[in-house]
């Protein structure tokens, strides 16, 4: 009998790191100093999928760019969406530098205003009424403080959540997420309660419906994605929270109208919304944040990643004052809750997001890159979905378009000639090209990178005999 724990997963995020045509771009792309520093690294990290063996060594990191050690520049469309305001951004170099020699740490007992300035700021900017905040080192660690504060607040402890969906690698993250990479190696029971239900995924629909585009698709399948959700809550009865990426990083995108069934369906039930804004939040999808698409307002929010400029981690969870009733309790007390210095990262991210007006920038030159991977999907028949909101998009990869078969190999194959070409991206789902530029990017750089995708499509079509 097959250990089922020891099987491969399938990769849902990112590329293989071991595959043929890994080796093969290695063995072209590496000098001397790149592979003995990547040998080194192998030798002193604990292995994991996804991150190891590494890519390559980063020597510079500048705006929407990257520079290795081979001297080689990439645009960087991956940035794990942390490059909001892109590398190394001066004005946040230089808060971090004056807060240092100001206050550079704060016992977790003590108060200290630049923890206090970023919490009011994350208020103020909040969709609804989201008035309480809490800090963590992380997006995972901040996921599960806003689990614990919705069993506190509920006096349950089942969640409903999304197969595929990724909320951390924590113990308590890696429950409610839905991804194979992260759950089924882990020996033993994870959280309990932690239903999972088939997400919305228009193009590919688990519940079977036909990808019709637009109102056409609503009228047929009823939004039975989101009905599910509701079937789900009434038959278990006692849900402390539904869990979910407002738009998954995939990217899918939910049907319209989805969040506002999922809000009452929750209201109706008993159960707080969460959301998981740790990719999609401070303007990655054309609005500060990405539930705004859908004018809902969770119970929960929480955000991390481009919190801290690029350069530091934070993260943090939004709430209700409602659901601030744990007074007696310690939900997180992380040593570094309330750094000083992290928290100045972050309240200068947020500013110079304002300032530069990159979720507008987001917003516009998005919708130009929709428009333009379009016009590439004219031009290929093996694109077989575009789609994406703001500065996340997705180009999903077919051998047959009626079929939907998944071209993984020809995804994998576009991925490395696009590097050689000075393009980074990640492959999700094994055959979709991520695309989540920064949010200082420009209309020039947009168009390299179209035409690099365009000319490696190409190659690689013609290499593989399509």
């Known amino acids: 009998m097959i250990n089922q724990k020891n099987q491969k997963p399938e990769l849902s995020e990112g590329e293989s790191n071991s595959s043929k045509r890994r080796a093969e771009w290695e063995t072209n792309a590496h000098n001397t100093v790149t592979r003995t520093i990547l040998e080194e690294d192998a030798q002193y990290f604990i292995n994991q999928a996804v991150s190891s063996p590494c890519l390559s060594v ?109 909320h951390g690698a924590g113990f308590g993250a890696a429950s409610v997420g839905g991804e194979q990479l992260f759950r089924s190696h882990v020996a033993g029971p994870l959280l309990s309660g932690t239903e999972h239900v088939a997400p919305f995924a228009c193009y590919r629909c688990p519940y079977g419906y036909p990808d019709l585009n637009g109102k056409a698709q609503i009228e047929i399948c009823k939004t039975t994605c989101a009905d599910f959700v509701r079937y789900v809550l009434e038959k278990e009865g006692d849900v402390a929270a539904v869990i979910a990426e407002p738009v998954r990083a995939v990217p899918y995108l939910p049907p319209p109208g989805y969040w506002k069934m999922m809000r009452q369906a929750c209201n109706d039930h008993g159960a707080l919304l969460i959301f998981d804004e740790i990719p999609t ?117 077919v051998l047959n378009r009626e079929q939907k078969t998944p071209a993984n190999d020809l995804a994998e194959d576009v991925l490395y000639r696009c590097l050689c070409k000075g393009l980074s991206f990640k492959i999700t789902m094994g055959n979709i090209l991520t695309l989540t530029p920064p949010l200082i990017i420009t209309r020039e750089q947009i168009d390299l990178s179209l035409k690099i995708i365009d000319e490696s499509l190409a190659e690689a079509e013609k290499a593989l005999g399509l």
């Not at 940035?79 to 170099?93: A, R, S, T």
């Not at 905040?133 to 959540?161: M, P």
């Open 281 to 397: 939040g401070l303007g990655k999808t054309g609005k500060l944040f990405a539930c705004e698409h859908d004018e809902t307002v969770p119970d929960l929010l929480v955000l991390g990643k481009a919190l801290g400029g690029g350069i530091l981690p934070i993260a943090a969870v939004l709430a209700r004052a409602e659901l601030d009733v744990a007074g007696n309790f310690a939900l997180g007390h992380y040593t570094h809750e309330k750094n000083p210095v992290t928290a100045k990262a972050a309240l200068t991210t947020i500013e110079i997001i304002e300032q530069l007006g990159l979720v507008e920038n987001a917003a516009v030159l998005g919708n130009y890159m929709l428009e333009q991977l379009n016009l590439l999907k004219e031009k290929h028949s093996t694109i077989g979905d575009v789609r994406g909101l703001g500065l996340l998009l997705g180009v999903e990869l």
């Open 58 to 166: 980063v020597k510079n990191a500048d705006g929407a760019w990257l520079e290795d050690t081979n001297g080689n520049r990439y645009l960087d469309f991956h940035g794990n969406n942390v490059h909001h305001i892109g590398y190394g951004h001066p004005e946040l170099k230089q808060a971090i530098a004056s807060q240092m020699d100001a206050l550079p740490f704060a016992p977790r007992r003590f108060a200290c205003e630049s923890a206090l300035e970023l919490a009011k700021k994350l208020v103020e900017i909040a969709p609804g009424d989201l008035s309480k905040v809490l800090f963590t080192t992380g997006g995972s660690d901040a996921i599960e403080v806003a689990l614990k504060i919705a069993r506190v607040a509920t006096g349950r402890h089942k969640t409903i959540s999304f197969w595929d969906s990724f």
